[in-house]
T-cell receptor, first 111, second 113 residues
Framework: SQQGEEDPQALSIQEGENATMNCSYKTSINNLQWYRQNSGRGLVHLILIRSNEREKHSGRLRVTLDTSKKSSSLLITASRAADTASYFCATDRQAGTALIFGKGTTLSVSS | DGGITQSPKYLFRKEGQNVTLSCEQNLNHDAMYWYRQDPGQGLRLIYYSQIVNDFQKGDIAEGYSVSREKKESFPLTVTSAQKNPTAFYLC????????????FGEGSRLTVL
């Protein structure tokens, strides 16, 4: 079934650096979402980008979407230790069923 | 505060037993969902409900059952037919069925002994 796949699987950076993670998907979508999950907790919605949008910002987050390449990227600028978490992309299925999630990127930010 | 409450947070089960995970929301959302998460894996959809008294199977519904008798509640039963039930279970809701942002509970971790 259609699924977003994040890359890299794991990312380790220092505080203050930028973190970029990518998501690729297989079929056409209406929108793509990014979620964050702290260890052992539920997911928290970060940002939604529609198929007719190319870029979206929210605070230190910047999301891009390239529908021709079926890919999206999430950029976290000036990372903090509190950004340490797993990040998931999720895509809808145009037929109208629930979101499909990728396996996530685990981000570790050290101080 | 509005949100989704899952209970219990941790649950241990002996093989052959059915267990029920609770999910309650006070967000007045129409749609509710159950996902399963295994270590290093993404979330996989078990069941979802767009409206009271209606629900649909997701990608991995075998060995699970649900009910939606009230808008606020969407319990998940893990039956003895589920071959590998040890996992982290996440309940979510959305304002509009199958669209927009999902709001998640804090999860229930089930371990089969």
């Amino acid at each position: 079934s259609q699924q977003g796949e994040e890359d890299p699987q794991a990312l380790s950076i220092q505080e203050g650096e930028n973190a970029t993670m990518n998501c690729s998907y297989k079929t056409s979508i209406n929108n793509l979402q990014w979620y964050r999950q702290n260890s052992g907790r539920g997911l928290v919605h970060l940002i939604l980008i529609r198929s007719n949008e190319r870029e979206k910002h929210s605070g230190r987050l910047r999301v891009t979407l390239d529908t021709s390449k079926k890919s999206s990227s999430l950029l976290i600028t000036a990372s903090r230790a509190a950004d340490t978490a797993s990040y998931f992309c999720a895509t809808d299925r145009q037929a109208g069923t629930a979101l499909i999630f990728g396996k996530g990127t685990t981000l570790s930010v050290s101080s | 505060d509005g949100g989704i409450t899952q209970s219990p947070k941790y649950l241990f089960r002996k093989e052959g037993q059915n267990v029920t995970l609770s999910c309650e929301q006070n967000l007045n959302h129409d749609a509710m969902y159950w996902y399963r998460q295994d270590p290093g894996q993404g979330l996989r959809l078990i069941y979802y409900s767009q409206i009271v008294n209606d629900f649909q199977k997701g990608d991995i519904a075998e060995g699970y059952s649900v009910s939606r008798e009230k808008k606020e509640s969407f319990p998940l039963t893990v039956t003895s037919a589920q071959k590998n039930p040890t996992a982290f279970y996440l309940c979510a809701s959305s304002i509009v069925p199958l669209a927009g942002e999902l709001f998640f509970g804090e999860g229930s971790r089930l371990t089969v002994l």
